[in-house]
């Protein structure tokens, strides 16, 4: 793992919905590694150098596609996110709730064809 991965995923722990890729908000991972490695910088981890080229290359970082099958990703992120809001991180990343939507998944799939 490089230095660049290696900030990416040592920045996702402080808010995993938020920072991830694959949420609502792609590219919020930049920011917040950028803050990663300005700390690792001024901790003496990295070189001024290193923090530089690496910020450089944040955005142009490509993730794996999503290949598990969520149905309605756009929708489930969202909802995800609402219970981040009204409920915390840990409660949802825990698991436990039990939550019903107004999703008809059956009628979308008709409303394609």
Do not use: C, W
Not at 20 to 29: D, I, L
Not at 70 to 89: C, M, N, T, W
Request: net charge neutral.
């Amino acid at each position: 793992m490089d230095l660049t991965e290696s900030v990416i995923l040592a920045g996702l722990p402080q808010s995993p919905s938020y920072y991830s890729p694959y949420g609502q908000n792609p590219k919020a991972y930049v920011q917040r590694s950028t803050e990663v490695l300005r700390r690792m910088q001024e901790d003496g981890y990295i070189a001024k150098k290193q923090e530089d080229d690496t910020i450089k290359k944040l955005p142009t970082v490509v993730f794996q596609i999503q290949d598990h099958n969520i149905k309605a990703p756009h929708f489930s992120f969202y909802v995800r996110d609402l219970l981040v809001k009204q409920f915390g991180e840990n409660v949802v990343e825990q698991g436990g709730l039990q939550v019903t939507t107004t999703l008809d998944y059956k009628l979308e799939e008709k409303r394609k064809r």
